[in-house]
């Protein structure tokens, strides 16, 4: 079972950026496909942004995309998702995902697909 910290989150004014991080455990990492979730209260969770497991091809939401980056280093088992011009509506706890995916494609957008979870980093954008 691969874990998953999550780390980066906190407090920003609407138009701030930030840079999430999650650290993955064990020596499979460039074997993970991963994901970004995240869930505000009384919401569910939704996608936000998925990298494959060769950093090939990655995956925004609308919400985000235009204003959000996923990037994966393999040598520190880590994925970045860097996200600009922060809204209030971004806030919300922001998950980290992962599959193991060496060679085969699944839809990323889909929470269910992925089996390992991290414990969240809240983020929070003021107006």
């Known amino acids: 079972q691969v874990q998953l910290v999550e780390s980066g989150g906190g407090l920003v004014q609407a138009g701030g950026s930030l840079r999430l991080s999650c650290a993955a455990s064990g020596r499979t990492f460039s074997a993970l496909a991963m994901g970004w979730f995240r869930q505000a209260p009384g919401k569910e969770r939704e996608f936000v942004s998925g990298?494959?497991?060769?950093?090939?091809?990655?995956y925004y939401s609308d919400s985000v995309k235009g204003r959000s980056t996923i990037s994966r280093d393999n040598a520190k088992n880590t994925v970045y998702l860097q996200m600009n011009s922060l809204k209030p509506e971004d806030t919300a706890i922001y998950y980290c995902a992962t599959k193991m995916a060496f060679g085969l494609w699944f839809d990323q957008t889909r929470p269910e697909e992925y089996t390992s979870w991290g414990q969240g980093t809240q983020v929070t954008v003021s107006s």
């Open positions: 990298i494959s497991w060769n950093g090939r091809t990655t």
